[in-house]
């Protein structure tokens, strides 16, 4: 991630994306069009953010990486504004191309996996001790198994709270399989991002 | 016995238990309840067995790992000779504690976390070159994607080709959480394993086996 990014001051980027990020949110969270689905969609939002500051200090990440987080950030916030299903961009993607649903989430699902492989390669292999081509299938696997954990912890959530009516209130639109498609899209955004990542390796190993 | 790797010529113990479970797999291969069925559960051990084999030179797993691959491919055949909704075991258990449904399929993804952790820690410790530390966190991640990896291949598969018939040719038995109630039984699985860690032999390293 040799890019202009990497020249600038570190915390001048950290806190550039952390001020951008906290604008854009409280922007949100005004009027977003459900209440409730909005403050549920948020619960992981500020456990994350409140992971980042208090670790922040001990793991320093790459910029890029923080670029990274930041990106799906802002799609997330997006999302749970328009509590995904009728975020105006998939809508209109749905009138478009004669899709059966509106299929935002599936973008914030592959952006959970492409964006947050960065920085979970980045702790790997800073902390693990596992080789680079392992690392590289690990990344991949820490990011399936934390998108398995949020649909199971989602169905779990949905049994709660609406008994039943389950697959639909969780916004999967009719999708029978919801739950696998979800994740498929975040496990092959990990892959995607893992593919860049070793090709920008391999580039600058050999220039 | 359970140590290091050995030779194949030289490890009993291996062709011992390769021998016993060749032939359950060859009795449950005869005449299982649906052959169809019984051919696709049978992908992931035809897989399963090309892969170990074909790795064998470069990596062998202890002892301990292949007895606890060869218990979960046990169980994987008996469920596959009764495709899995109608395995004997898991009607009994449903008539004793009054399950609506034959659960053996849960106790399978069960016995994946808790039986393929310690190999998973194993590849990670020896050929991965995963920390001591970190081995177990990562063996337990390992189990969650690839329990996650199964159930997407299930669908994109009963998407692709079985679109009528979608969730019946996956054993769901009517159950919407389906897919997600096998993944929490695989963490459950690797839960056990992860805490049983300790209590099992080593894993001997090239470090400290030298």
């Known amino acids: ?207 | 016995m359970m140590g290091r790797p050995v030779r194949f010529g030289a490890n009993r113990f291996l062709q011992v238990m390769l021998a016993l479970y060749a032939a359950i797999w060859v009795v449950l291969a005869i005449r299982p309840v649906d052959r169809a069925d019984w051919f696709l559960e049978n992908l992931l051990v035809f897989t399963a067995v090309a892969v170990l084999s074909l790795t064998y030179r470069k990596f062998q797993f202890s002892n301990f790992s292949y007895l606890l691959l060869a218990i979960f491919l046990v169980l994987h055949a008996v469920g596959a000779h009764y495709t899995y909704a109608k395995v004997p075991a898991g009607f009994w258990l449903a008539d004793m504690l009054h399950f609506e449904r034959n659960h053996f399929d849960r106790l399978i993804h069960f016995a994946f976390g808790l039986l393929l952790a310690y190999p998973l820690r194993e590849v990670l410790l020896r050929s991965a070159g995963a920390k001591v530390r970190w081995a177990p966190a990562l063996a337990f991640i390992a189990i969650i994607a690839m329990s996650s990896f199964f159930e997407i291949i299930e669908a994109v598969i009963a998407q692709l080709v079985y679109p009528e018939l979608g969730s019946a040719y996956l054993g769901t038995q009517g159950d919407i959480w389906d897919a997600q109630k096998d993944m929490i039984a695989a963490f459950f699985g690797a839960v056990v394993a992860t805490a049983l860690g300790p209590l099992l032999p080593r894993v001997a390293t090239d470090a400290s086996s030298r």
């Open chain 1, 1 to 207: 991630m040799k890019t202009a990014a990497s020249k600038l001051k570190p915390k001048t980027v950290i806190a550039g994306l952390a001020v951008f990020c906290t604008l854009l949110w409280l922007l949100a969270a005004i009027h977003p069009l459900d209440r409730q689905a909005w403050a549920l969609e948020n619960i992981l939002l500020v456990l994350f953010a409140i992971t980042l500051v208090f670790s922040g200090s001990r793991l320093r990440l790459s910029n890029g990486a923080y670029i990274c987080i930041a990106l799906f950030v802002i799609v997330h916030i997006i999302g749970a504004h328009y509590t995904y299903a009728r975020m105006p961009l998939g809508l209109w993607a749905e009138d478009q191309f004669g899709f059966s649903r509106n299929h935002f989430d599936r973008v914030a699902h592959f952006s959970f996996g492409f964006f947050l492989a960065l920085p979970v390669h980045e702790l790997l292999l800073r902390l693990s001790g596992l080789r680079r081509a392992s690392s590289f299938w690990m990344t991949a696997a820490l990011i399936l198994a934390l998108s398995s954990l949020f649909e199971i912890i989602e169905s779990v959530v949905a049994e709660i709270v609406a008994p039943g009516v389950g697959v639909a209130w969780l916004g999967g639109q009719g999708d029978e399989w919801d739950a696998q498609n979800d994740m498929l899209c975040s496990f092959v955004g990990s892959l995607a991002m893992a593919m860049l990542v070793a090709v920008a390796e391999w580039k600058g190993k050999t220039e």
